[in-house]
């Protein structure tokens, strides 16, 4: 089994682009990130056997922070391996988040927040009109382990246009009754 991947398993796993490939790099059908991501897939699937039957849709890069997207149904088992994302992450060197392909706002959210809860996602608007996207995360400092929050940010803008503001339910809590 090998992965099906934005190009050619061949090419990804060489190192090199055949004609056609090369041809929709060039005309944007695939991107930079989507090659990058290919041969990090490619690689590690010699001995991740997750990443074996698992079908990569897109990646998209900002900063070196890598957003990969799958087919939806392989991500039971994409998250059942623990030390997947951290494979994927030295291989591409830079903070890597797996998430469904496809799917709403909302369920894109909960795969990159994932193991963390998200309780609530809300569209807000800034008093100069820009939208953003709030969401609310446990107070539980356990619950809403994030990492990096400026890389997950503009990862995320980068992958789906969201700009996203984080807050706590306590945090909600304290402006309401304030
Ligand atoms: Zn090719």
Redesign the pocket.
């Known amino acids: 089994m090998q992965p099906k991947l934005p190009?050619?398993f061949?090419?990804a796993k060489t190192g090199m682009?055949?004609g056609?490939?090369e041809a929709r790099l060039a005309r944007g059908e695939v991107t930079q990130a989507d090659v990058e991501a290919s041969r990090a897939v490619a690689q590690l699937s010699d001995r991740v056997v997750e990443l074996q039957k698992a079908t990569l849709k897109k990646a998209s890069e900002v900063n070196g922070s890598y957003v990969l997207e799958f087919d939806r149904s392989d991500m039971p088992a994409l998250r059942g391996n623990p030390l997947l994302v951290e494979e994927l992450e030295n291989a591409l060197k830079g903070r890597v988040w797996v998430v469904g392909a496809g799917g709403n706002d909302r369920k894109f959210l909960e795969d990159v927040f994932f193991p963390a809860k998200v309780l609530t996602v809300n569209t807000v608007y800034l008093p100069d009109g820009e939208k953003k996207t709030k969401v609310i995360v446990p107070a539980r400092r356990s619950e809403r382990r994030v990492g990096d929050f400026d890389k997950l940010r503009a990862a995320v803008k980068g992958a789906r246009g969201i700009d996203l503001l984080m807050e706590t339910e306590r945090e909600v809590a304290a402006s309401l009754y304030s």
Do not use: G, Q
């Open positions: 190009i050619c061949f090419d682009l055949c056609n490939c």
